[in-house]
Protein backbone atom coordinates (compact mmCIF):
# COMPACT_ATOMS: atom_id res chain seq x y z
CA UNK A 1 0.00 0.00 0.00
CA UNK A 2 1.54 3.20 -1.12
CA UNK A 3 1.75 5.70 1.51
CA UNK A 4 2.70 8.66 -1.23
CA UNK A 5 1.36 8.95 -4.20
CA UNK A 6 2.25 10.81 -7.27
CA UNK A 7 -0.73 9.80 -9.96
CA UNK A 8 1.12 11.52 -12.58
CA UNK A 9 4.11 9.33 -14.17
CA UNK A 10 4.80 12.43 -16.71
CA UNK A 11 3.86 15.64 -17.59
CA UNK A 12 5.28 18.19 -20.18
CA UNK A 13 4.81 22.04 -20.20
CA UNK A 14 6.32 24.75 -22.02
CA UNK A 15 8.84 26.90 -21.28
CA UNK A 16 8.03 29.94 -19.37
CA UNK A 17 4.76 28.46 -18.18
CA UNK A 18 3.87 26.72 -14.64
CA UNK A 19 4.37 23.78 -14.15
CA UNK A 20 2.42 21.98 -11.21
CA UNK A 21 3.44 18.50 -9.80
CA UNK A 22 1.25 16.76 -7.93
CA UNK A 23 1.45 14.18 -4.72
CA UNK A 24 -0.95 12.91 -2.38
CA UNK A 25 -0.20 10.97 1.16
CA UNK A 26 -2.39 8.42 3.29
CA UNK A 27 -0.28 8.51 6.39
CA UNK A 28 -1.52 11.27 8.92
CA UNK A 29 1.33 11.08 10.95
CA UNK A 30 3.74 12.22 8.11
CA UNK A 31 4.83 16.10 9.53
CA UNK A 32 7.25 16.89 7.32
CA UNK A 33 7.41 16.66 3.58
CA UNK A 34 10.13 17.17 0.52
CA UNK A 35 10.69 17.29 -3.30
CA UNK A 36 13.94 15.87 -4.69
CA UNK A 37 14.83 16.28 -8.31
CA UNK A 38 16.77 13.53 -10.42
CA UNK A 39 18.74 13.95 -13.33
CA UNK A 40 19.74 10.26 -15.70
CA UNK A 41 23.00 8.65 -14.15
CA UNK A 42 22.82 11.26 -10.69
CA UNK A 43 21.44 11.02 -7.86
CA UNK A 44 17.89 12.56 -6.05
CA UNK A 45 18.78 15.94 -5.11
CA UNK A 46 17.24 17.89 -1.96
CA UNK A 47 15.26 20.37 -3.86
CA UNK A 48 12.53 21.74 -1.32
CA UNK A 49 10.54 21.05 1.86
CA UNK A 50 7.81 22.23 4.18
CA UNK A 51 6.76 21.10 7.97
CA UNK A 52 3.34 20.21 8.31
CA UNK A 53 3.34 23.71 10.33
CA UNK A 54 3.21 25.69 7.03
CA UNK A 55 1.14 25.53 4.16
CA UNK A 56 3.48 27.26 1.63
CA UNK A 57 7.67 27.24 1.34
CA UNK A 58 8.57 29.48 -1.30
CA UNK A 59 12.41 29.17 -2.89
CA UNK A 60 12.99 31.47 -5.91
CA UNK A 61 11.13 29.48 -8.79
CA UNK A 62 9.77 26.92 -6.73
CA UNK A 63 6.94 26.75 -4.30
CA UNK A 64 5.29 23.84 -2.51
CA UNK A 65 2.08 23.81 -1.03
CA UNK A 66 0.67 21.88 1.63
CA UNK A 67 -2.77 21.07 1.92
CA UNK A 68 -3.12 19.05 5.53
CA UNK A 69 -7.16 18.76 5.27
CA UNK A 70 -6.81 16.84 1.73
CA UNK A 71 -3.62 15.33 2.67
CA UNK A 72 -1.86 16.68 -0.38
CA UNK A 73 0.83 18.71 -1.76
CA UNK A 74 2.16 20.43 -4.85
CA UNK A 75 5.39 21.62 -6.09
CA UNK A 76 5.03 24.92 -8.64
CA UNK A 77 7.38 26.14 -11.10
CA UNK A 78 7.70 29.21 -12.20
CA UNK A 79 8.62 30.02 -14.99
CA UNK A 80 9.63 26.50 -16.31
CA UNK A 81 12.87 26.10 -18.11
CA UNK A 82 14.28 23.42 -20.06
CA UNK A 83 16.72 22.60 -17.51
CA UNK A 84 13.93 21.91 -14.96
CA UNK A 85 13.43 18.39 -17.25
CA UNK A 86 13.72 15.68 -14.81
CA UNK A 87 12.27 13.55 -12.68
CA UNK A 88 10.73 14.65 -9.42
CA UNK A 89 10.04 12.72 -6.47
CA UNK A 90 7.72 13.70 -3.53
CA UNK A 91 9.23 12.41 -0.03
CA UNK A 92 7.43 12.39 3.26
CA UNK A 93 8.42 12.21 6.65
CA UNK A 94 6.78 11.15 10.61
CA UNK A 95 7.63 12.28 13.92
CA UNK A 96 8.59 9.02 15.11
CA UNK A 97 12.38 8.58 16.45
CA UNK A 98 13.66 6.65 12.50
CA UNK A 99 11.93 9.41 10.35
CA UNK A 100 12.69 7.41 7.68
CA UNK A 101 11.74 8.96 3.86
CA UNK A 102 8.72 7.32 2.34
CA UNK A 103 8.77 8.69 -1.75
CA UNK A 104 6.56 8.74 -4.18
CA UNK A 105 7.03 7.05 -7.57
CA UNK A 106 8.47 10.14 -9.57
CA UNK A 107 6.82 12.54 -12.05
CA UNK A 108 8.87 12.86 -15.00
CA UNK A 109 8.84 16.66 -16.26
CA UNK A 110 9.47 17.78 -19.53
CA UNK A 111 9.59 21.15 -20.37
CA UNK A 112 9.76 22.06 -24.08
CA UNK A 113 11.70 24.71 -25.89
CA UNK B 1 34.76 15.78 -5.20
CA UNK B 2 31.73 14.24 -4.90
CA UNK B 3 30.39 14.17 -0.77
CA UNK B 4 28.53 10.86 -1.32
CA UNK B 5 30.24 8.27 -3.60
CA UNK B 6 29.47 4.74 -4.73
CA UNK B 7 31.29 1.96 -6.34
CA UNK B 8 30.65 0.33 -8.32
CA UNK B 9 28.69 2.56 -10.85
CA UNK B 10 27.50 -0.40 -12.98
CA UNK B 11 27.62 -3.52 -12.57
CA UNK B 12 26.46 -7.01 -14.59
CA UNK B 13 26.58 -10.11 -12.61
CA UNK B 14 25.09 -13.91 -12.69
CA UNK B 15 22.40 -15.49 -11.18
CA UNK B 16 23.51 -17.01 -7.69
CA UNK B 17 27.22 -14.31 -7.60
CA UNK B 18 27.99 -12.69 -4.02
CA UNK B 19 27.84 -8.86 -4.98
CA UNK B 20 28.95 -5.94 -2.54
CA UNK B 21 28.05 -1.97 -3.23
CA UNK B 22 29.92 -0.08 -1.48
CA UNK B 23 29.46 3.63 -0.14
CA UNK B 24 31.44 6.36 0.86
CA UNK B 25 30.68 10.37 2.38
CA UNK B 26 32.74 12.94 3.22
CA UNK B 27 30.11 15.01 4.85
CA UNK B 28 30.38 13.69 8.47
CA UNK B 29 26.99 12.28 8.42
CA UNK B 30 26.44 9.97 11.17
CA UNK B 31 23.17 8.22 9.39
CA UNK B 32 23.55 6.40 6.01
CA UNK B 33 21.04 4.53 3.91
CA UNK B 34 20.43 2.26 1.27
CA UNK B 35 17.66 2.50 -1.05
CA UNK B 36 16.79 0.42 -4.38
CA UNK B 37 14.69 2.10 -6.96
CA UNK B 38 12.71 0.31 -9.79
CA UNK B 39 10.37 1.75 -12.49
CA UNK B 40 7.19 3.07 -11.06
CA UNK B 41 7.93 2.31 -7.59
CA UNK B 42 9.74 5.06 -6.79
CA UNK B 43 13.02 4.71 -4.11
CA UNK B 44 12.36 1.89 -1.42
CA UNK B 45 14.47 1.62 1.75
CA UNK B 46 16.58 -1.45 2.55
CA UNK B 47 18.34 -1.10 4.96
CA UNK B 48 19.83 2.18 7.54
CA UNK B 49 22.26 3.25 10.00
CA UNK B 50 22.22 5.56 13.00
CA UNK B 51 25.96 4.98 13.64
CA UNK B 52 28.37 1.99 13.35
CA UNK B 53 26.53 0.23 15.91
CA UNK B 54 23.42 0.59 14.67
CA UNK B 55 21.67 -1.37 11.78
CA UNK B 56 17.91 -1.15 10.89
CA UNK B 57 15.97 -3.51 8.37
CA UNK B 58 13.74 -1.01 6.05
CA UNK B 59 10.77 -1.61 4.00
CA UNK B 60 12.39 -4.64 1.52
CA UNK B 61 15.54 -6.14 3.21
CA UNK B 62 14.86 -9.84 2.23
CA UNK B 63 17.96 -10.90 0.24
CA UNK B 64 20.16 -8.04 1.27
CA UNK B 65 23.02 -7.54 4.36
CA UNK B 66 24.98 -4.76 4.99
CA UNK B 67 27.81 -3.37 7.00
CA UNK B 68 28.98 -0.13 8.17
CA UNK B 69 32.70 -0.40 8.52
CA UNK B 70 33.16 2.78 10.26
CA UNK B 71 31.03 6.36 10.12
CA UNK B 72 31.68 7.34 6.92
CA UNK B 73 31.29 3.71 4.70
CA UNK B 74 28.20 1.43 4.32
CA UNK B 75 27.95 -1.26 2.37
CA UNK B 76 25.62 -3.46 0.63
CA UNK B 77 25.79 -7.36 -0.18
CA UNK B 78 23.63 -9.43 -1.88
CA UNK B 79 24.73 -12.66 -0.83
CA UNK B 80 22.78 -14.49 -3.93
CA UNK B 81 22.09 -12.24 -6.53
CA UNK B 82 18.54 -13.03 -8.57
CA UNK B 83 17.28 -11.41 -11.60
CA UNK B 84 14.26 -9.47 -9.15
CA UNK B 85 17.48 -7.45 -7.41
CA UNK B 86 18.61 -5.76 -11.22
CA UNK B 87 17.34 -2.00 -10.00
CA UNK B 88 19.25 1.39 -9.39
CA UNK B 89 20.50 1.37 -6.31
CA UNK B 90 21.03 4.88 -4.23
CA UNK B 91 22.88 5.07 -0.84
CA UNK B 92 22.23 8.47 1.01
CA UNK B 93 23.38 10.10 4.23
CA UNK B 94 21.50 12.40 6.77
CA UNK B 95 22.87 14.35 10.07
CA UNK B 96 20.61 13.54 12.95
CA UNK B 97 21.39 16.91 14.49
CA UNK B 98 19.27 19.15 11.65
CA UNK B 99 15.97 17.17 12.60
CA UNK B 100 14.59 18.10 8.92
CA UNK B 101 16.01 14.16 8.15
CA UNK B 102 17.12 16.11 4.33
CA UNK B 103 19.25 13.13 2.85
CA UNK B 104 21.95 13.52 0.56
CA UNK B 105 21.86 10.98 -2.13
CA UNK B 106 25.24 8.92 -4.09
CA UNK B 107 25.10 8.78 -8.05
CA UNK B 108 23.67 5.68 -7.85
CA UNK B 109 25.00 2.20 -9.02
CA UNK B 110 22.87 -0.03 -12.27
CA UNK B 111 23.12 -3.52 -11.21
CA UNK B 112 21.71 -6.21 -14.01
CA UNK B 113 21.45 -9.74 -12.16
CA UNK B 114 21.48 -12.05 -15.59
Known amino acids: DQQVKQNSPSLSVQEGRISILNCDYTNSMFDYFLWYKKYPAEGPTFLISISSIKDKNEDGRFTVFLNKSAKHLSLHIVPSQPGDSAVYFCAASGSGSARQLTFGSGTQLTVLP | DADVTQTPRNRITKTGKRIMLECSQT?????MYWYRQDPGLGLRLIYY???????NKGEISDGYSVSRQAQAKFSLSLESAIPNQTALYFCATSDSGQGRNEQFFGPGTRLTVL
Open chain 2, 49 to 55: SFDVKDI
Open chain 2, 27 to 31: KGHDR
